[in-house]
């Protein structure tokens, strides 16, 4: 097991900054948005509604 359970696997952006993270227990994926001082972190979704998980986990 990883001694860090979350990893930024992608990012984008320097003022409006978007990533990607995978919790390294599980493999989902989650999305984070942060512009100015507000900031939103969702979990990413397949068509079906199920949670994403990385296939390279």
Known sequence: MADN???EVYTQG???VT???RDNETGV???????GYGAGLTV??????KPLVDKNF
């Open 19 to 21: 990533k990607v993270i």
């Open 44 to 49: 990413m979704v397949d068509q079906d509604g």
């Open 14 to 16: 320097k003022m409006k």
């Open 5 to 7: 359970r979350f990893e």
């Open 29 to 35: 994926l989650y999305i984070l948005h942060q512009e």
